[in-house]
């Protein structure tokens, strides 16, 4: 099912659970050689959410701020290479929101354990900004929260579980968003945790 959730943004319900286990296989095979860490954020707080990377780009955070590198800071080599069922899936999953030919450069995988959240932030440091943010969540389900691109704008709730794609573009490439603390649980797949990736268009 095709759900509008905001201007520009579109959700996939499900649009994942059937290639489940073949993209656990590739995203865990990415990080044996990226290992999930915990960034610093330049204001000196240690993150909740752990991250990696896979592509020719990665997100990376320090006490010199943010910033997208070609290196994993942590082993000086490229980040590993993004594997082609998960560009893949993020390429169809563009076209049916009405965003062909979509090539993302990098993708953050985000790890969430019980209590871990992510706080409201706008993403702005793609240089191209007409292009989507394709987010791909597995695991344990999450509330999404989805504001405005006004800081004051009190964000809606939205609950986003195993397998379900959402492509952020237009108005809603600037929105704030963030993820409330996860809830305990147990998934079947991947047990006591999320995780989310998010394919961009960085340069
Ligand atoms: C809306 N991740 O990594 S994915 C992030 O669930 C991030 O891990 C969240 O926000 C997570 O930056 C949310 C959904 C998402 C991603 C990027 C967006 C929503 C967005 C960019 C603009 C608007
Ligand atoms: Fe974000």
């Known amino acids: 099912a095709l759900t509008p959730i905001a201007p520009g943004a579109v959700l996939l319900y499900g649009f994942a659970r059937g290639g489940d286990a073949a993209l656990l296989q590739a995203i865990e095979s990415v990080l044996s050689q990226a290992p999930l860490r915990h960034w610093q954020t330049p204001g000196g707080y240690t993150m909740s959410a752990a991250m990696s990377n896979c592509g020719p780009l990665g997100w990376v955070s320090g006490a010199s701020g943010y910033r997208y590198a070609a290196l994993d800071p942590l082993s000086g080599q490229p ?3 993004m594997p082609a069922c998960l560009m893949d899936l993020a390429r169809r999953a563009a076209a049916q929101a009405g965003y062909a030919n979509f090539t993302p450069d990098a993708c953050l995988i985000n790890e969430y354990l019980p209590g871990a959240k992510l706080s409201l932030h706008q993403d702005k440091d793609e240089k191209d900004l007409r292009a989507p943010i394709v987010s791909l969540s597995l695991g344990l389900p999450a509330v999404f929260l989805f504001g405005t691109p006004s800081r004051k704008d009190r964000p ?5 579980v195993h397998g379900d794609v959402v492509v952020w573009g237009g108005p809603s490439r600037l929105a704030y968003h963030g993820v ?6 147990e998934h079947a797949l991947l047990g006591r945790r999320r995780l989310n990736l998010t394919f961009r268009c960085v340069k």
């Open 79 to 81: 980040w590993p290479a």
């Open 156 to 160: 809606q709730r939205w609950r986003l």
């Open 180 to 185: 409330a603390a996860l809830a305990d649980g």
